[in-house]
């Protein structure tokens, strides 16, 4: 489909019903398998375009849906009917090619426990470093999110 922007108020209003509206429309369709990325703008065509290319290469049935914050080069990939036993081949390709964009593995709803794996194909041993010590200087217990991303 063609990109939405909102030109006044109402408009805006319109775009935040849809938007808020899309998990429970795409719920009738089973879990998805989900990305949460951040790309360069420049990117985004180049992963829409490869991402449905690889989502219909591993099940042709299957049913991306790419939807999110774009301008700010934050973007959703759902994935719906697709087998959960073909996920972990799909989920390695995704994140090489998010790798291959040049874009973070995880945008705005952070790495957690799925991603970790691939925190360092966006993040360089010293952004990983400073995020333990993040990390260690605000949870010096470890109890808060235990063994999610450091564990």
């Not at 993040?123 to 235990?146: C, H, Q």
Request: glycine share 8%; proline share 5%; hydrophobic share 45%.
């Amino acid at each position: 489909g063609e990109p939405a922007v909102s030109v006044d108020s109402v408009a805006r209003q319109r775009l935040w019903r849809v938007r808020e509206s899309l998990a429970e429309v795409l719920s009738a369709y089973g879990p998805p398998l989900k990305f949460d990325v951040s790309l360069p703008l420049v990117a985004i065509g180049r992963f829409a375009r490869d991402a449905v290319a690889l989502v219909q290469a591993h099940v042709h049935d299957a049913l991306p849906m790419l939807f999110g914050h774009v301008g700010e080069g934050n973007l959703h990939l759902n994935v719906l009917r697709f087998a959960p036993q073909r996920e972990s081949a799909l989920y390695a390709e995704i994140m090489d090619l998010i790798a291959d964009c040049g874009g973070n593995v995880s945008s705005e709803h952070g790495v957690g426990t799925r991603k970790r794996a691939y925190l360092g194909m966006s993040r360089d041993i010293t952004d990983i470093a400073v995020m333990r010590s993040v990390k260690a200087a605000l949870d010096p217990t470890g109890y808060l999110n235990a063994a999610v991303l450091f564990g």
